[in-house]
């Protein structure tokens, strides 16, 4: 079975920077993508941005894209999320997923890092 697992998180004032692991355990292959997620408190989930496995190509979502870093340690299993310029709005619970081949659906999931972004 594979499990993710979400880390990093915490509180930060606005204008610092936070780096998010997430480590991939019970894989028999790589994935096709590994990608991040956030859902504020009362809103609903929103797409940060992921990478490709096999070459490490990365893309974003609007709301942190030059912001947000995605990148990633195959030999570890593991993805980051390097965030910098963190804005109040950031607050949200980050979680991770994977799409094991390219026409499967995101699954599993992390359980989810809370990042605070307060002054």
């Known amino acids: 079975q594979v499990q993710l697992a979400e880390s990093g998180g915490g509180l930060v004032q606005p204008g610092d920077s936070l780096r998010l692991s997430c480590v991939a355990s019970g894989l028999t292959f790589s994935p096709y993508v590994m990608a991040w997620f956030r859902q504020p408190p009362g809103k609903e989930r929103e797409w940060v941005g992921g990478?490709?496995?096999?070459?490490?190509?990365?893309y974003y979502g609007v709301s942190m894209k030059g912001r947000a870093t995605i990148s990633r340690d195959s030999a570890k299993n593991t993805v980051y999320l390097q965030m910098n310029s963190l804005r109040p709005e950031d607050t949200a619970v980050y979680l991770c997923?994977?799409?094991?081949?390219?026409?499967?659906?995101?699954?599993?999931w992390g359980q989810g890092t809370q990042v605070t972004v307060s002054s």
């Open positions: 990478i490709r496995w096999d070459d490490g190509a990365a």
């Open positions: 997923t994977a799409a094991m081949s390219a026409s499967s659906a995101y699954s599993p």
